[in-house]
């Protein structure tokens, strides 16, 4: 049974930081590539950041410099480390699984307010 478990979310002041979590099971983890995304009220779900099979990263445009993704293919998990945070963070943020096919998490709300 495939499983993401996403973790860490919460309510963060104004450039402060947190650190998301998601871990994996039911399938061969190292193989695939690994997605955050997220998805605010009323909008559409965006993609945040990716870490390929092979260690590859990339951002979107609005939390380059401030997030960071990783993975531990050893403990079958992905994380996102996000600095900086601001108030336009505030989101629910998904873990995505993409090779052969694509899996999801449930999702961690990340809110962003003073």
């Known amino acids: 049974q495939v499983q993401l478990v996403e973790s860490g979310g919460g309510l963060v002041q104004p450039g402060g930081s947190l650190k998301l979590t998601c871990a994996a099971s039911?399938?061969?983890?190292?193989?695939?590539?690994m997605n955050w995304y997220r998805q605010a009220p009323g909008k559409e779900r965006e993609l945040v950041a990716i870490?390929?099979?092979?260690?590859?990263?990339s951002y979107a445009d609005s939390v380059k410099g401030r997030f960071t993704i990783s993975r531990d293919n050893a403990k079958n998990t992905v994380y996102l480390q996000m600095n900086s945070l601001k108030p336009e963070d505030t989101a629910v943020y998904y873990c995505?699984?993409?090779?052969?096919?694509?899996?999801w998490g449930q999702g961690t709300q990340v809110t962003v307010s003073s």
């Open positions: 995505n699984a993409y090779f052969s096919t694509s899996y």
């Open positions: 039911g399938f061969t983890f190292s193989t695939y590539h």
């Open positions: 870490i390929t099979n092979r260690g590859s990263t």
